[in-house]
């Protein structure tokens, strides 16, 4: 008061005037200081809050992908410890963990009594060693996997374990386990996430130092339980205290701290309080002069201004308190204030992000829903929860007559129970299941398809639900069957095409000698005996023929004509094959099917199968063989097993035993070349493959139902014609037709079929003239053309090919008569050859009546 007493009055009144400009700053700097502290605050804590989340979801991913690495090595490791306990392929698949994840530094897999097995190393790193009590043994030897607290090994590294079970039959034979280096798998986590400036400390389930992200004079190791936010890590709860505290590096920071389940982790960020408190400081100081410069001059503005300045601070703090709450539909408004500013546009490229990931969700939705393989979520217990549309396009069943069901309505019985039992199990021990299986569809037809259920594990470690993924492989298993049975196809094709020519000339040569020596004998027994090797010349290029035509590189001759007739003519030929006492039943349809066929490769079908039928009879007691012939219209499965086919009327020839069988391993190879179940000697493996190329030449199908000792029967399926022009072929003569000493050029490169063919030519009143190219060919006719009244050319031959020559001849003298011979496939050489009159083209070998008729009949011509 004496002060006041003794103060001028003006001095007193500028007190008055600057204390009440004073006031509104006063007044209004402990609001505004809190307000911005708070705000700071807050917004430091939910970025923090923030990178804890992207920390952990990282740290469970990674910790997730270790225990995969060492669960997936443990399946063969156990088939090698249960079956063969090759150490070496042991160690071979351990060492592999190191040389793949260089954060593992030992792997050490140990048998039922926790003995060492085998162990991998890195370097200087040594093995954690477990005893039979370690719970690093007992948790995985139940089946279970387990993380171990981090701590230093004798190798002076700070490591922690993980153990993972082997288990081979629901037993548990061994444990892996693996020491993770906690530098290197830390690090790995930061090059996953972004930027970050806050101390960050990781802290494990004893309160000990595992990691740091800033310098420290902390170090690893360091137990740091005597600091409050430790100890609340340490009792299972999170920290989000707003108040500033004494930090590890002896500063006062506001800290979040957020336990990290599963691995049992503490993470801890600190800021620096002065890294919020002199943003606010200076902003304040800034505020309080102009505040009092204002209210000097213009008290008035004052408010308006203090109000100018709040607006944009409670813009965002309302959308800050909206986001904490989930609604990012708000945008901070631009600011005045360039703290405020910053803070706003920082607060809404935030707000962007998570947008931009909402969007990435929705993407991945729709992948879902649009894919084309089928997706299939079940819960816990595997009742449907959600199906794609691509689930109903494949399996038929809509969406609501799935969900709230089992997936066992898919179950089509082609796989055993002991298969989904051991699906079960790998599913919820958490692994992934992958492999093939057939479905059934909702009209009760059967599906391949690739299956992948995989078990979908929250943040706790459990199991929460299942996904199912299917992709339909139909298509796909048609295209490669296709496709495998046109290799063998091309690779038989190739053989046969190779020797064909070769051996037919052999064999002309031989047909012609034999012609040439009956002519001159006239004992009937050497004649008889002559005949038969003939015989089995014509059999042996007739079956040359037989194998161009299976692997499609040979002439077939189509027409028409009654299926149910030749059939029965076939029988004939089927029973003098069949043994008495096999009983042989006939059950032909009585309408005379028609169908467009080559009559000598369909009559060879039959006797393939009925043969392979009497074969499989060996040892029955009471042995059958059924022939059915029947006229059908096949049904929509048949379709599905065939979409090829346009026809749906067939003709279905059956052919069935009681014999003993076919291996269920074996009929998938049952129509490959020179595949044979019968001993050696009894069988070529060429009559069924035969037959499957002669079906096929026919535009028909053949299958087969077969077991061990149940049978087997063969179904062949011909489309129907519905009306045909049937051709009887005429009976072939066997006289032969001399001629009247007309002169015939014989062109042939093989000495022995031109000195066999020259001989029957002359013995059949014809002279002979001969050349061994086609060069000589050109030279012979040039000097003999008026006398030459045909040639006989092979058509393959060195130097100048029978082709060629005629050519040159025809320039020359252009009707010149020929015939063309060949060794090879004629109607393969007439297509090839682009010869005009396919007519003229005769196969060797050939019989001698049929070669005479066809040089008379051109030279008459």
Not at 162 to 186: C, F, H, K, L, Q
Not at 386 to 392: D, E, G, L, Q, W
Not at 646 to 654: G, H, L
Not at 782 to 805: C, F, K, N, T
Request: one cysteine or more.
């Amino acid at each position: 008061m004496n002060i006041l007493k003794k103060m001028p009055l003006r001095r007193a009144w500028y007190g008055l005037i600057i204390l009440a400009s004073l006031l509104p700053a006063i007044a209004l700097s402990p609001w505004l200081s809190q307000q911005a502290h708070q705000l700071l605050l807050d917004h430091a804590l939910l970025n923090e809050e923030m990178f804890h989340k992207e920390i952990e979801i990282h740290l469970h991913l990674e910790t997730n992908r270790l225990i995969s690495v060492l669960q997936n090595k443990s399946d063969p490791i156990a088939y090698f410890l249960r079956h063969e306990r090759n150490i070496e392929a042991i160690r071979d698949f351990i060492e592999k963990i190191s040389q793949r994840e260089s954060m593992v530094n030992t792997s050490t897999i140990y048998d039922q009594d926790a003995n060492i097995i085998v162990t991998s190393q890195l370097a200087e790193h040594t093995t954690a060693h477990i005893s039979k009590d370690d719970p690093a043994f007992v948790i995985p030897m139940l089946k279970r996997v387990y993380i171990g607290s981090p701590r230093l090994l004798s190798d002076n590294h700070f490591e922690f374990i993980i153990a993972v079970p082997i288990i081979s039959e629901n037993r548990s034979m061994g444990v892996i386990v693996s020491t993770i280096n906690i530098d290197e798998y830390w690090q790995n986590i930061r090059a996953k996430t972004s930027e970050h400036d806050s101390n960050v400390y990781i802290v494990d389930g004893r309160g000990s130092l595992l990691t740091h992200m800033a310098e420290t004079k902390l170090k690893q190791g360091d137990l740091l339980s005597d600091k409050e936010i430790v100890r609340t890590l340490l009792a299972g709860k999170d920290w989000h205290e707003t108040d500033a505290y004494e930090g590890f590096e002896g500063k006062q920071v506001f800290g979040i701290a957020t336990l990290v389940r599963g691995l049992q982790w503490g993470l801890i960020s600190e800021i620096e309080s002065e890294e919020i408190t002199s943003p606010i400081l200076s902003a304040l100081i800034m505020l309080t002069v102009i505040v009092v410069l204002l209210h000097a001059i213009f008290g008035l503005l004052s408010l308006m201004f203090t109000k100018r300045l709040l607006n944009p601070i409670s813009d965002l703090a309302a959308v800050v308190k909206r986001a904490t709450e989930g609604d990012y539909s708000y945008e901070v408004s631009p600011s005045p204030y360039i703290e405020i500013d910053d803070l706003g546009r920082s607060f809404n490229i935030m707000i962007r992000e998570i947008e931009n990931r909402e969007s990435s969700l929705r993407k991945l939705s729709e992948a879902i829903e649009q894919g084309g393989e089928s997706v299939v979520i079940t819960d816990k217990q595997g009742i449907i929860e959600y199906v794609n549309p691509a689930f109903t396009q494949i399996t038929g069943y809509s969406s609501d007559e799935v969900v709230g069901k089992n997936p066992r309505l898919l179950n089509s019985g082609n796989q055993a129970p002991e298969y989904y039992e051991k699906l079960w199990k790998t599913i919820s021990s958490g692994k992934v299941w992958y492999s093939p299986v057939v479905d059934r569809r909702k009209d009760g037809s059967d599906f391949p398809a690739l299956m992948t259920i995989s078990p979908i594990i929250d943040a706790k470690g459990e199991i929460t639900h299942y996904v199912a993924i299917q992709q339909d492989m139909s298509s796909h298993e048609i295209l490669e069957n296709k496709f495998r049975q046109a290799q063998k196809m091309e690779a038989l094709g190739t053989l046969v095409g190779g020797i064909a020519h070769d051996f037919n000339n052999m064999l002309a040569g031989m047909t012609g000698n034999l012609y040439l020596a009956k002519r001159k004998t006239n004992d009937l027994d050497v004649i008889k005996k002559l005949s038969a090797v003939e015989n089995l010349s014509f059999r042996a290029s007739e079956m040359i023929q037989q194998l161009l035509i299976f692997a499609r590189k040979g002439h077939v001759q189509m027409k028409s004509f009654g299926l149910t007739t030749f059939i029965k003519e076939v029988v004939k030929l089927c029973e003098t094959a069949v043994p008495e006492n096999i009983l042989f039943k006939k059950e032909l349809c009585s309408e005379n099917l028609l169908i467009h066929g080559d009559a000598t490769q369909l009559q060879q079908v039959l006797i393939n199968l009925v043969n392979n039928a009497r074969d499989a009879l060996t040892g029955v007691a009471e042995p059958v063989i059924t022939l059915k012939l029947e006229n059908i219209e096949v049904d929509e499965s048949f379709i599905k097993r065939h979409p090829d086919m346009k026809v749906s009327q067939f003709a279905r020839m059956t052919v069935q035993d009681n014999g003993i069988g076919i291996d269920a391993k074996d009929l998938e190879h049952i129509f490959e070349p020179f595949f044979t179940t019968k001993e050696a000697g009894q069988g070529t493996g060429l009559g069924l493959a035969m037959s499957y190329g002669s079906i096929q030449n026919h535009g028909g199908i053949i299958e087969i139902e077969s077991s061990l000792n149940q049978g087997a029967t063969f179904q062949v399926y011909l489309p129907l014609l519905q009306e045909a022009h049937i051709i009887t072929p005429e009976l072939p003569f066997e006289d032969t037709v001399k001629g009247y000493g007309e002169t015939i050029l014989l062109v042939d490169d093989n000495v022995d079929m031109r000195t066999s063919s020259k001989e029957v030519l002359e013995s059949l009143n014809y002279k002979v003239l001969e050349a061994g190219d086609g060069l000589e060919a050109v030279d012979m006719f040039a000097s003999h053309q008026a006398d030459i009244s045909l040639i006989v050319m092979d058509v393959v031959m060195p130097r100048l090919g029978g082709v060629e020559a005629v050519k040159r001849i025809s320039a020359v003298k252009p009707d010149v008569k020929v015939i063309y011979c060949t060794g090879y496939d004629r109607g393969e050489m007439v297509k090839n050859a682009s010869l005009l009159d396919g007519e003229s083209m005769i196969s060797k070998p050939y019989k001698i009546p049929a070669f005479s008729r066809a040089v008379r009949n051109k030279i008459d011509s």
